[in-house]
């Protein structure tokens, strides 16, 4: 068995392999020379507490050995024979496979001229490692996205002290995760907690003043020490591509993890998995999914022909504050808002007819446990019923039938 790409995704494969019973080979090929490690601290406990005091290891470096799992650091999968079943290394090494996990993930989508010294991207760990040498240099940081990665870094970069100006593109932020009302609700935090929340903002370049930079927006320029850029992502699909495996936006796979390849599996960020219940392709960049995805990928390599049905499920810590989603809505009939806005306490629950599709919570995580419990079951619900904070959204949905007895 092997795997490519050492993130969550990969890493929660490998073990699951084991864990299902396999004792053959494994091999699990990470471009990084590192351990697989977990990102999310990287742009929360990591910039706010420092690497030494944040532990992302998936698994303690020396437990890779105990399952007997080879483990290539610093190595890419440079091909892929998918006729003669092999994949060559960056080091020109090769290795046949009876079966493959591309589990490559994505990198950051770069700005073309907003780039070198004082700009910095967040992907890896040694990303965060730089970006954190600089926040601690700057007086004013400034952040060029308003999306999860660029909400996160400007919030690190308040709690430690620094000014921070937030410059986005579209009328508010995380605008196209949350939609609008919630994208103001966290605006309004960012402004709250003293950030330079400017949105409607058109970054056209960077020059360089001193040591320092000014970005160039369609208002002006902002003097900054530090620029992060956080502006989305591109999938690190290319190895596929190459090899002939169909992808678009992400290796394209089915509702197992399979590409058209026999034996060939894609998880994870880089994935774009056709949802039969959405009759479309459908890739997320979720923490748990990647790790679910991995797993139920493992499992499916092992013979086992198992659908993901999992509910898509993601958070973002900001401040005090812990933004939740689950499920995924394309047209929603309706929008339902549980809770108070002036409270911080809100939950955005998208419908089609009288199903939920999904929710978008702030503060609430209570609310997004009980709908990925609905969303795993038949259930029907009013508008009413879901504003009415006296009735708990877990008995909105059927007990779960239980399997007849004899006696
Ligand atoms: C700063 C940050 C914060 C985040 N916070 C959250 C959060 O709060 N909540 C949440 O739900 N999600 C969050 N995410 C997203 C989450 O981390 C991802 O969904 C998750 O890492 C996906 O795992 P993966 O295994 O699919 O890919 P990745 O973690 O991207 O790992 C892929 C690995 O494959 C390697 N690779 C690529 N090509 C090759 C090759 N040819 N050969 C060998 N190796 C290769 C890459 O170098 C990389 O190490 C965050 C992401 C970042 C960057």
């Not at 709690?159 to 939609?179: S, W």
Request: aromatic letters at 4%.
């Amino acid at each position: 068995m092997v795997v490519v790409g050492g993130g969550v995704g990969g890493a929660a494969a490998v073990g699951e392999l084991r864990r299902a019973g396999f004792d053959g080979g494994i091999t699990l090929i990470c471009a990084e020379n590192a351990v697989p490690y977990q990102r999310p601290p990287l742009s929360k406990d990591f910039l706010l507490n420092g690497a030494a005091a944040t532990n992302c290891d998936v698994q303690p470096p020396d437990w890779y050995s105990q399952q007997e799992i080879e483990l290539l650091l610093g190595v890419r999968a440079a091909q892929l024979d998918l006729a003669a079943k092999t994949v060559t290394l960056s080091d020109g090494g090769t290795i046949s496979y009876d079966s493959l996990l591309l589990a490559t993930g994505v990198r950051p989508r770069t700005l073309p001229g907003i780039d070198g010294e004082g700009v910095c991207y967040l992907r890896t760990m040694g990303d965060a490692a730089e970006l954190l040498d600089r926040i601690h240099a700057a007086e004013h940081v400034a952040v060029l996205g308003g999306g999860f990665i660029g909400c996160e870094v400007a919030a690190a970069a308040v709690r430690l002290g620094k000014r921070v100006t937030i410059l986005e593109a579209l009328p508010t932020l995380l605008q196209r995760a949350l939609g609008t009302t919630m994208g103001e609700l966290i605006a309004g935090i960012h402004r709250g907690e003293g950030a330079d929340v400017r949105t409607g903002q058109f970054v056209s370049g960077i020059r360089r003043r001193g040591r320092g930079l000014s970005v160039i927006t369609g208002d002006g320029t902002v003097d900054c020490d530090v620029l992060v850029v956080g502006v989305g992502t591109l999938p690190n699909q290319e190895l596929a591509d190459r090899a002939g495996l169909p992808v678009g936006n992400g290796i394209d796979v089915d509702e197992y993890c399979a590409t058209q390849a026999p034996g060939v599996y894609a998880i994870g960020d880089v994935a774009a998995q056709h949802l039969p219940s959405y009759g479309r392709l459908v890739r997320v960049e979720h923490y748990d999914t990647a790790i679910r995805q991995g797993r139920t990928a493992a499992r499916n390599m092992l013979g086992a022909r198992e659908a993901f049905t999992d509910i898509h499920w993601f958070w973002s810590d900001q401040y005090e504050h812990s933004i939740q989603s689950a499920g995924i809505t394309d047209n929603p009939d309706d929008v339902v808002m549980r809770g108070s806005a002036e409270q911080r306490s809100l939950s955005a629950f998208q419908l089609n007819g009288d199903r939920i599709r999904s929710v978008i919570s702030l503060n609430r995580p209570k609310d997004v446990l009980d709908v990925r419990r609905l969303l795993a079951r038949e259930h029907s619900v009013t508008a009413a019923q879901l504003r009415d904070e006296s009735a708990p959204l877990k008995r909105l949905a059927p007990p779960p039938q239980r399997a007849a007895t004899a006696n």
